[in-house]
């Protein structure tokens, strides 16, 4: 079965600290799909990486994919309140886009 | 309305009553997905539609059927649930399966408890 390891399981910073979370594949895969959830409500589309060694940003938030397609970070600079929540990293193993996902990192920022 | 709805938002049911979950998009898509999240397990795949049609069932119990009579709407029936059924089982939809950046929009799910 396909897994995806996110690491910190879960984080705590002051507000305006940077920080990286991190998300693991054994294989290759297809597509890397961040999300950003709040508890017990849906999921907020991020960004979605496909090509080895691509980088996206949104506002604040970095995404990267390395270049074997097995490893992406996700990095929040100058974080603020707003950024708190649950990320999680799904990933397409077959180019289905039947996505399986991380446990999330849950982060918590502190004014 | 707009994006992915799901209705009720919290649902509480007995192992014996038959339920349904009702997701609606509005953004034209044509795939729709029911995902399964527990607490402290990763999301995951129930099952997938396109164009109307069940792709992928991903090993789900009988106990929950899925339905989709339009490219916008998709049901969830539940009976005879067991409570470890409990959790937030959320709706998603893509503009269709297997194409460049083809990412899902999720609705904002409903909490399934059984009793």
């Known amino acids: 079965s396909q897994e995806l390891e996110q690491s910190p399981q879960s984080l705590i910073v002051q507000e305006g600290k940077n920080l990286t979370i991190n998300c693991t594949s054994s294989k290759t895969l297809y597509g890397l799909y961040w999300y950003k959830q709040k508890y017990g409500e849906g999921l907020i589309f991020l960004m979605m990486l496909q090509k080895g060694g691509e980088e996206k940003s949104h506002e604040k938030i970095t995404a990267k994919l390395d270049e074997k397609k097995q490893q992406s970070s996700l990095h929040i600079t100058a974080s603020q309140p707003s950024h708190a929540g649950i990320y999680l990293c799904?990933?397409?193993?077959?180019?289905?886009?039947?996505?399986?996902f991380g446990t999330g990192t849950r982060l918590t920022v502190i004014p | 309305e707009t994006g992915v709805t799901q209705t009720p938002r919290h649902l509480v049911m007995g192992m014996t009553n038959k339920k349904s979950l009702k997701c609606e998009q509005h953004?034209?898509?044509?795939?729709m997905y029911w995902y399964k999240q527990s607490a402290k397990k990763p999301l995951e795949l129930m099952f997938v539609y396109n164009f109307k049609e069940q792709t992928e069932n991903n090993s789900v119990p009988s106990r929950f059927s899925p339905e989709c009579p339009n490219s916008s709407h998709l049901f969830l029936h539940l009976h005879t649930l067991q409570p470890e059924d409990s959790a937030l089982y959320l709706c998603?939809?893509?503009?269709?399966?297997?194409?460049?950046?083809?990412?899902?929009?999720f609705g904002p799910g409903t909490r399934l408890t059984v009793l």
């Open positions: 998603a939809s893509s503009q269709d399966r297997g194409s460049v950046y083809n990412e899902q929009f």
């Open positions: 953004l034209g898509h044509n795939a």
């Open positions: 799904g990933a397409d193993g077959t180019g289905a886009n039947n996505l399986f």
